[in-house]
């Protein structure tokens, strides 16, 4: 069966899905999610795409994706836990994150770190640094393991599915969602402040 192709920006992925195929989505997938610069998001949707005109297994690609993504933000975790306390400790005042204050930000992920770590899945950017952000501020990792799965499991199944069944279409439906994503973004931002500003209160009071 020949490769279907692929709409618009997803033209490039064309001959790395169509010769290297789950390999494609399970790498591609890993190395995004501990910061490496990879199209992750782009590939499942490609993936989603081929499932849908029979060319891969759409359970496949949702489980090779999903493990690949817990597994890469896994490394990401432990690169975090391993040297990003020594590396915000001694750089982290050039951008004004002095040990103070990553302390309370320690603090607080420690108590809202589930809600960050499922939601950053969505947004670029936070997707590729969620592992390591969780790993520095010390969240304990069953509860990360948890929550980033959950998060995996919610983003691959959205993905998979809409390229699953849009076919061709994927990339206006993909492009429409993308519109509304900085909306999102400053909803999470307004939610997570809001948290933040709780917290300070509540720290003020108890004094």
Known sequence: MSSPPLPGPLAHLEPLLGHYGYWAVGAVVFVEDFGVPAPGETILLAAGVYAGAGRLNVVAVALIAFAAAVAGDNVGYLIGRAGGRAFVHRWGRYVFLTPKR????????????????TVARFVEGLRQANGIIAGTTGMRWRRFLAFNALGAALWVGLWTTLA???GSH?????????????YVVLAVAVVIAGFVVRHLVRRRRAR
Do not use: C, M, N, S
């Not at 930000?105 to 809600?115: L, M, S, V, Y």
């Not at 994927?170 to 900085?182: F, G, K, L, V």
């Open 102 to 117: 990553f302390e309370t930000a320690e603090g607080f992920f420690a108590r809202h770190g589930g809600k960050i770590v």
């Open 170 to 182: 994927i990339t206006a439906i993909y492009d429409e969602i993308r519109r509304y994503q900085p």
């Open 164 to 166: 699953y069944l849009a």
